[in-house]
């Protein structure tokens, strides 16, 4: 369970030969944010009695909890970020095609979106409806206004200085979509802070970009509740040697791949797993895509990534208070 729990003992039971000898006393298990008894659930199990190892009845054993708020909202599924893309790709490309003064990043994020859905399952919960989005190194932004077209509050990270067009093509997508999303500029290589928490964070193709891949991952673990991750992998040396195994990161020389002087760390598919493990992530589902087992972190025509759904670790709080992690 997620929430805060206390036990209170309740009146004793009436013993009986189906319920055991004992006269022990059951507890009701409530998380605090109620006393009065109003929007409870109970849940009925049996459980074994400690003082005589009875399996007791289930009316002993009423658990008696206020209904959580964010499990009663409703939620945003993968098959619906799925069937809402085509249609929402078509729209920007429409309303884009309307401008000329704005060098638009060549490649869209929304091709993001079908990958994903080839590995995470249709029923998966990616944010309560009406949730919080943070889109971190966005481009344009088309990931990050695919989410606010499904009502989603987002808020858009990036660096100006390292954006493909000084994050004109962010402003102007949100001007056409008349949904204006709330940028935040920042260099989150040398670390950052976040005013607000969000139930989703968006960290796609970013990470090798970043001197500091461990920094950003935790500073975003302390204020997201799940993260979809992807970034360039590499599972051979460019002297061919396999590294897929071994958690490892290559370091990149300045414009060693894609002529990119931004390009840093590629990390092995083990190495880049064991990274986001200790910055306070625990994976629940993982691909890898591209020249799997072929890749090579410098060459473009073996490029391999891999893709990530991670939700943060219940102690994130103490992730700046030591390293057990």
Known sequence: MSERWRLRRVNPLDTDSAAGPCASQPFELHNGARSDG???????????????????SPAATSIVNPLPESRTRPTMQMSELTAAEPAFRRQLAALRATVSDVRWYPYTSLNNVPILAGFLPGTLELTPSAGSVLDVG???GDMGFLFQSMGCSVDFLDNAATNFNDCEGLRRTAALLGKPGSLI????????????????????????????????????????????????????????E???????????????????????????PAGLERLVRRCGWKVLHAQRVGAVGR???????????????????????????????
């Open 242 to 268: 396999s590294i897929a195994h071994s958690a490892v990161a290559y370091l990149l020389d300045r414009r060693e791949a894609n002529g990119d002087p931004t390009n840093y760390f590629v990390f092995s």
């Open 138 to 140: 966005a481009a344009d």
């Open 38 to 56: 109003v929007n409870t659930a109970k849940l009925v199990v049996p459980y074994v009695c400690s003082p005589c190892m009875h399996l007791c």
């Open 185 to 240: 500029q920042r260099d989150i290589d040398w670390g950052f802070e976040l005013e607000r928490d969000y139930d989703l964070v968006l960290f796609l193709g970013t990470l090798y970009h970043l001197r500091n891949p461990a920094l950003a991952l935790i500073r975003l673990a302390q204020r997201c509740r799940r993260a979809l991750i992807s970034t360039k992998v590499a599972s051979q040396l460019p002297t061919g």
């Open 295 to 325: 890749s090579d972190p410098a060459a473009n025509d073996r490029d391999e990534r891999m893709f990530l759904f991670c939700e943060r670790v219940e102690n994130h709080a103490d992730l700046d208070k030591h390293h057990d992690f």
